[in-house]
């Protein structure tokens, strides 16, 4: 490979929370402590732990070499750089610089965006297991979640239940709904059919989409993310869409998203209300970062990590189903994270997910708890890491752990 996708990144020092979990903001943090003898294996929160692209360090440096750092405006270059990224890598069509607005980060943009479509008090559907963020920040702004569980089929694939949805969007009277694609935490990546069953009920009972595809570029070998807003044209004015480099090329400490809106009447509206708190205002450097990121070098890179990911996400698969009884994983189509669940292990073993938890962190191991996500007796997994790294922590957990 041309990138480096082997050495160990050392993060310590370098205000990586995942290193540090004692300086987590979030309260998400693994609790627990590590025996003598054994380092740290960062699995918890969903940043990589590897060298960000070489064209984006490139980008901040030459910027940086410049001393003024005042007010500024959104260069040309930035919007050619969306533009062209979005038309090569997801088909987009029609996509101009009036169409992009920024956003500090995807979840504020969620917010922004709920605040135009829905009144106080209003039920928002969603699908369960459910990212942590909307769970705690929708609520917090005055909107309930309504949760259709996704359902695996025989072949262990979630699958959105779309009768429950009807069911759900009549009874609650949800005008709203929120998409998460690739799906967090379950790691599926929706097909043309699958969303084009799930827009034939948003349609039918006006409902307004804001899709989450900040995993969009994180697809495994064998998939392809189709974005929401092109699966129909009714589609293409339903949805707002939120994208953002920061999972792609771990630039989450650099802050910097964006949405996609065609709608004129819901991008004027939602940019009016993003700006209200005054705080969402892009970073000089974040604007460079992503000019660096979607440079062809950049894409080059991508694809190269695609390839590491997909490799750490087959061998931990296997590995669980051949050592660790009880022990169910759906393997993930998209993203870096696992979800595995537990409850038969723990049932078994006579354990709590506390216990399960803490012995991980003894030996190493941060992982995160996966009742974060409102699904009890689960664990997430982060598997950006060298494989190496991916291998020396299922080592531990067959040896100390399961």
Excluded at 386 to 400: G, I, L, N, T
């Amino acid at each position: 490979m041309k990138y480096d996708f082997t050495s160990i990144l050392d993060r310590r020092g370098m205000d990586a929370i995942a290193v540090d979990p004692g300086t987590d903001p979030y309260g998400i943090a693994p609790k627990g402590k590590i025996r003598e003898g054994f380092d740290i294996i960062p699995m918890w929160v969903a940043d990589m732990n590897f060298a960000t692209a070489p064209t984006i360090t490139e980008a901040i440096i030459e910027r940086a070499k410049h001393p003024a750092f005042g007010y500024f405006a959104p260069r040309k270059e930035y919007f050619d750089s969306i533009i062209s990224w979005q038309t090569r890598r997801n088909g987009a069509e029609g996509l101009e610089a009036k169409h992009i607005g920024y956003q500090n980060g995807v979840l504020g943009g969620v917010i922004s965006a709920l605040k135009v479509l829905c009144s106080d008090g209003d039920n928002v559907l969603v699908h369960a297991p459910t990212y942590v963020g909307f769970l705690e920040e929708v609520g917090a702004v005055g909107y309930n979640l309504i949760g259709s569980e996704l359902q695996k089929d025989a072949d262990g694939v979630w699958r959105m239940d779309y009768e429950d949805m009807e069911q759900k969007i009549k009874r609650y009277h949800i005008h709203t709904a929120i998409m998460c694609s690739p799906h967090n935490p379950t790691g599926r990546v929706w097909t043309r059919g699958e969303l084009e069953k799930a827009y034939e009920l948003f349609k039918k009972y006006n409902v307004y989409v804001v899709s989450d595809e900040i995993w969009s570029d994180l697809i495994l070998k064998g998939y392809k993310h189709v974005p929401l807003q092109s699966v129909s044209e009714d589609a293409k004015y339903r949805t707002v869409a939120m994208y953002a480099p920061s999972k792609t090329f771990n630039l989450a400490g650099l802050q910097g998203s964006y949405h996609i809106i065609y709608n004129d009447y819901l991008r004027d509206r939602i940019a009016r209300q993003s700006a209200l708190p005054v705080y969402n205002a892009m970073n000089v450097l974040s604007m460079h970062a992503l000019i660096g990121a979607y440079k062809p070098e950049g894409e080059e890179w991508l694809d190269e990590l695609r390839e590491v990911l997909t490799k750490n996400v087959d061998f931990a698969c296997d590995f669980i189903h051949e050592n660790f009884p009880g022990v169910e994983v759906s393997h993930p189509q998209g993203t870096y994270m696992l979800l595995l669940d537990c409850g038969k292990w723990l049932n078994v073993h006579n354990k709590t997910l506390d216990q399960l938890l803490e012995s991980g962190v003894e030996v190493g191991i941060l992982w995160q708890d996966g009742r974060q996500f409102n699904r009890p007796d689960s664990i997430r997994l982060n598997l950006a890491l060298p494989f190496s790294r991916v291998e020396e922590a299922f080592r531990r957990m067959k040896e100390y752990v399961f």
